[in-house]
């Protein structure tokens, strides 16, 4: 919906709030300042509060993403880290535990499974799905078998595998080629393939960002939520959004620009450049709420 518009500077020159493009997004932003109790800021991790980087295994949180939100959480119900990635490696690629103003943190891990709680300190997960060892068993061999596979990588996710084709020669090209033969691969393991930015992630069903972050928002009682992402794999947490948007909570819906993805940029409020654009919101919104 297009770049994100800031309002006049503050009395040190820093940027103000920025303006949503949609009138639900300004009635989130809106519910959010005047309740900040009441609200909850729930944010992607890949793309969003951390770089897209190669190897997943170098991603790390920007260098001001934690100082943002111990600075904006406290004013807050809560602060949720949505990721595919397993919790606890969320909060060490993160930063996140021991950080003084992130005691309302919790990261809701491989789409709901896990969470961990700033408060404890401790991951609770539900039982693993039989199916990702299975394909993680077959994977290497599966690979070996398909020309397009030259240049992947496969990342170990416990409770799901994820297949890159980021460093292929052609990343593209291989993601093509390999989306369908993964389908099959993980339906005979009663899986399934979740697209996201030159990656392919086998994992179970019937679990998503969307019905973690909405259990989640009902769980702690959320009259508002500002929920930010950057890949599709927050397209149904967008629509969690929108649909309770429609049943009468207030809600902002927040693109960390890409290039590659548009379908969020196509349905967010407000637009912004990548993970420094979201600090620069998380920072802005801290100032404000002070």
Same mark, same amino acid.
């Given at each position: ?10 009395? &040190? #020159? ?10 639900? =997004?300004?009635? #989130? ?60 490696? &969320? ?6 535990? =021991? ?121 702690? #009682? ?69």
């Amino acid at each position: 919906m297009g770049d994100p518009t800031y309002a006049q500077p503050d009395r &040190a #020159g820093r940027p103000g709030l920025p303006e949503p493009v949609t009138s639900a =997004g300004r009635d #989130g932003l809106a519910a959010l300042l005047a309740r900040p109790d009441r609200s909850v800021v729930a944010l992607d991790f890949d793309g969003t509060l951390a770089a897209i980087v190669p190897d997943p295994e170098q991603a790390r949180a920007h260098p001001d993403a934690v100082p943002a939100l111990a600075a904006l959480a406290p004013r807050l119900r809560s602060v949720a880290v949505v990721t595919g990635r397993p919790a606890g490696v &969320a909060v060490r690629y993160g930063g996140f535990a =021991g950080v003084p103003g992130l005691e309302h943190l919790v990261v809701l891990g491989h789409y709901g499974a896990e969470r961990w709680d700033a408060v404890t300190g401790t991951v609770q997960a539900a039982e693993p799905h039989p199916g990702v060892a299975a394909v993680r068993a077959e994977l290497p061999g599966f690979l070996d078998a398909i020309d397009a596979w030259r240049g992947t990588w496969i990342e170990e996710k416990g409770r799901a595998v994820a297949v890159h084709t980021r460093r292929a020669r052609d990343p593209q090209a291989a993601f093509d080629a390999l989306r369908a033969p993964l389908a099959e691969l993980a339906h005979r393991h009663g899986l399934i393939v979740e697209p996201g930015r030159m990656v392919l992630e086998l994992r179970p069903p019937g679990m998503d960002k969307g019905v973690a972050l909405a259990a989640y928002l009902r769980e702690v #009682g959320a009259e508002s939520v500002l929920y930010a992402g950057d890949d599709l794999g927050d397209l149904p947490a967008f629509a969690a959004v929108e649909k309770l948007r429609s049943d009468g909570m207030a809600g902002l819906l927040v693109c960390s620009g890409s290039a590659e993805v548009t379908e969020l940029s196509d349905r967010a409020d407000l637009v912004v450049d990548g993970p420094g654009g979201v600090v620069a919101l998380l920072n802005a919104l801290a100032r404000h709420l002070a």
